[in-house]
């Protein structure tokens, strides 16, 4: 089950719900492909055909969009075995969103509007 989480700006007010962690339908490495560009798409079915019982930790999560100037969540793989991480695009923009854009701890980073620390995350419901 995932999160839904409210982050906000205590200096701008600037305010983003994101939607974190991962469904039922996630269990599955199928339709987590979907989630990706084709390319990689592609790459994740075939790692499905070369290991019966794939290794995986899937997980929508919170990351900075410098295209958007905001948070948003977005869809990481990680494949165990083949050390492979997919990271998706921004659902805003559709531009593809880097490693380095992922926030371990919001209350940490920077408010994308403002360039202040001084954002605050809350939980404000579950999803799936
Ligand atoms: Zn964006
Ligand atoms: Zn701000």
Redesign the pocket.
């Known amino acids: 089950m995932g999160k839904i989480i409210k982050t906000t ?6 305010e983003w719900v994101n939607k974190i962690g991962c469904g039922l339908m996630h269990g599955s490495l199928g339709n987590i492909a979907g989630l990706f560009s084709e390319e990689e798409s592609e790459r994740i079915r075939e790692y499905m055909t070369r290991n019966a019982y794939p290794l995986f930790d899937f997980a929508y999560r919170l990351a900075y969009c410098d295209h958007c100037e905001s948070l948003v969540s977005v869809p990481v793989l990680e494949l165990k075995d083949e050390s492979g991480r997919y990271v998706g695009s921004c659902k805003q923009c559709s531009r593809k969103i880097e490693i380095e854009d992922i926030i371990e701890e919001a209350d940490e980073t920077s ?6 620390a ?2 605050h995350t809350e939980d404000t419901g579950l999803w799936d």
């Open positions: 700006c205590a200096s701008c007010g600037h408010c994308p509007v403002c360039g202040r001084s954002l």
